[in-house]
């Protein structure tokens, strides 16, 4: 696939003379014309068979948003369309999304936009055609596996979770080459903009007033941030101060699959300590859920009180739970590995304490790796990597025999047992 088709309209002569200069200058771009009235337009669409249409909204939102719906709700019309307007409008750029718009562009201020966005078009044709071969002569499906989601949770907050999180996506992508997408559910307290050193344009409450029959691909695909790590990233909210809506769990659900069906790994970051809707739809989704904790009483006693909890609702098999600041002063009266035979479950990795290093990497919004890559806890970090991804084998289980004779036990004794 060498060229795109192209129909375009224009809604003022500086406008047409704008585009037809730039559609010429593209080698890969095959069009007879770009035209002003719609008319004219639906014509060239039913002869020409356009890959693409362009349609300028300016001054006729009304006409013009009629003719994008008109296309864009044809089942017979495999083109994509791209709304074009002056204005960067966020109610002009939703309504031309709900209407059936793939693109939203700011033109003729952006001209570059228009360019990129054809040019993907152009490679995602390419691939199709590519993959649709393959998959005749294969007598295979070409649709790729959904991608492992996994979901990061502590029963109590500042045990380090989103840090462990942040870096779990990003050694994912960097040690193994995978895509990964990066999903923050907090929509009040967003702490990945900081850690990722990032103001977002969008977050989820850009999407979550929306009836989820209205929400589309390209709906979905604006509030993706293409991180300068390379990870793709969804953030709760933009600021604490930020009045979004909740987002629903429908909405939820179509956000996930888009995720999974795009990218390898899909890790999630849920709000520490909130037992929602949204975390029991996460960890049921989940394909791993690693439970957060430290050697500390008070997460001691909330992991734990989670655990029991999970015993009844939850596939126990697939929650991992990760001693978080393994190796700073254990808990009062308790060695390492006590607590690790009061959680009475099996470790599944154990990350070292490194205090500077976390807060060095979280001041200046980076990745433990790129601070210090030889670091004690970054090791630890891909080595779970690893162990998740199958390329490293657990650590002998640790044996945990249910008992209650340490501090623990003396503070969680069962109120029915005896005394």
């Given at each position: 696939?060498?060229t795109?088709?192209?129909?375009?309209?224009?809604?003022s002569?500086?406008?047409?003379?704008?585009?037809?200069?730039?559609?010429?200058?593209?080698?890969?771009?095959?069009?007879n014309?770009?035209?002003?009235e719609l008319?004219?337009?639906?014509?060239e669409?039913?002869?020409?068979?356009?890959?693409?249409?362009?349609?300028d909204?300016?001054?006729?939102?009304?006409?013009?948003?009629?003719?994008i719906?008109?296309?864009?709700?044809?089942?017979?019309?495999?083109?994509?369309?791209?709304?074009?307007?002056?204005?960067?409008?966020?109610?002009?750029?939703?309504?031309a999304?709900?209407?059936?718009?793939?693109?939203?562009?700011?033109?003729?201020?952006?001209?570059q936009?228009?360019e990129?966005?054809?040019?993907?078009?152009?490679a995602f044709?390419?691939?199709?055609?590519?993959?649709?071969?393959?998959?005749?002569?294969?007598?295979?499906?070409?649709?790729?596996s959904p991608?492992k989601?996994?979901?990061c949770?502590?029963?109590?907050g500042?045990?380090?979770?989103?840090?462990?999180?942040v870096?779990?996506a990003?050694?994912?992508?960097?040690?193994?080459?995978?895509?990964?997408?990066?999903?923050?559910?907090?929509?009040?307290?967003?702490?990945?903009?900081?850690?990722?050193?990032?103001k977002?344009?969008?977050?989820?409450?850009?999407?979550?007033e929306n009836?989820p029959k209205d929400?589309?691909?390209?709906?979905?695909?604006?509030?993706?941030?293409?991180?300068?790590?390379?990870?793709h990233?969804v953030?709760?909210?933009?600021?604490?101060?930020?009045d979004?809506?909740?987002?629903s769990?429908?909405?939820?659900?179509l956000?996930?699959?888009?995720?999974?069906?795009?990218?390898?790994?899909?890790?999630?970051?849920?709000p520490t300590h909130?037992?929602?809707?949204?975390h029991?739809?996460?960890?049921?989704?989940?394909?791993?859920?690693?439970?957060?904790?430290c050697?500390?009483?008070?997460?001691?006693y909330?992991?734990?009180?989670?655990?029991?909890?999970?015993?009844?609702?939850l596939?126990?098999?697939?929650?991992?739970?990760?001693?978080?600041?393994?190796?700073?002063k254990?808990?009062?009266r308790?060695?390492?590995q006590d607590?690790e035979?009061e959680?009475?479950?099996?470790?599944f990795?154990?990350?070292?304490?490194?205090?500077?290093?976390?807060?060095?990497?979280?001041?200046?919004?980076?990745?433990?790796?790129?601070?210090?890559?030889?670091?004690?806890?970054?090791?630890?970090?891909?080595?779970?990597v690893?162990?998740?991804t199958?390329?490293?084998?657990?650590?002998?289980?640790?044996?945990t025999?249910?008992?209650?004779s340490g501090l623990?036990?003396?503070?969680?004794t069962?109120?029915?047992?005896?005394?």
């Open positions: 696939m060498n795109i088709k192209i129909v375009a309209v224009a809604s002569e500086e406008t047409r003379v704008s585009l037809y200069t730039q559609l010429q200058a593209l080698d890969f771009v095959e069009f014309g770009v035209y002003i008319s004219d337009a639906v014509r669409c039913q002869s020409f068979g356009p890959d693409v249409i362009i349609v909204t300016t001054a006729r939102e009304l006409d013009a948003g009629l003719f719906q008109a296309i864009g709700m044809n089942p017979e019309n495999p083109c994509v369309i791209y709304a074009l307007h002056r204005e960067m409008d966020i109610n002009i750029f939703k309504e999304i709900r209407q059936g718009a793939k693109e939203f562009i700011q033109y003729p201020e952006d001209k936009s228009l990129v966005a054809l040019k993907k078009h152009l044709m390419s691939r199709v055609a590519t993959h649709g071969k393959s998959a005749s002569a294969a007598g295979a499906s070409p649709q790729k991608g989601i996994i979901t949770f502590a029963a109590k500042g045990v380090g979770c989103s840090t462990i999180a870096n779990l990003y050694e994912l992508h960097t040690l193994q080459k995978q895509s990964v997408a990066f999903l923050d559910l907090d929509q009040v307290f967003c702490n990945t903009a900081i850690m990722l050193n990032h977002p344009s969008y977050s989820i409450g850009d999407i979550a009836n929400v589309d691909e390209a709906l979905l695909s604006k509030i993706i941030i293409k991180h300068d790590s390379g990870l990233v953030v709760g909210s933009k600021s604490v101060l930020d979004n809506e909740m987002i769990a429908e909405l939820l659900e956000m996930v699959d888009y995720l999974s069906t795009r990218y390898d790994y899909v890790v999630v970051d849920l909130v037992l929602d809707p949204y029991q739809y996460m960890v049921e989704r989940a394909d791993e859920v690693l439970l957060v904790s050697p500390d009483i008070p997460s001691l909330r992991t734990r009180q989670y655990l029991d909890l999970a015993q009844k609702y596939d126990m098999r697939k929650i991992k739970m990760v001693l978080n600041r393994y190796n700073m254990a808990a009062y308790m060695s390492n607590v035979g959680f009475r479950y099996d470790i990795a154990r990350i070292p304490n490194d205090w500077d290093l976390n807060v060095e990497a979280n001041s200046f919004g980076t990745a433990l790796s790129k601070v210090n890559p030889k670091a004690d806890t970054v090791k630890a970090l891909q080595k779970m690893l162990q998740l199958g390329e490293a084998a657990e650590d002998p289980e640790t044996k025999q249910g008992s209650n623990l036990g003396k503070l969680f069962p109120k029915n047992a005896a005394t």
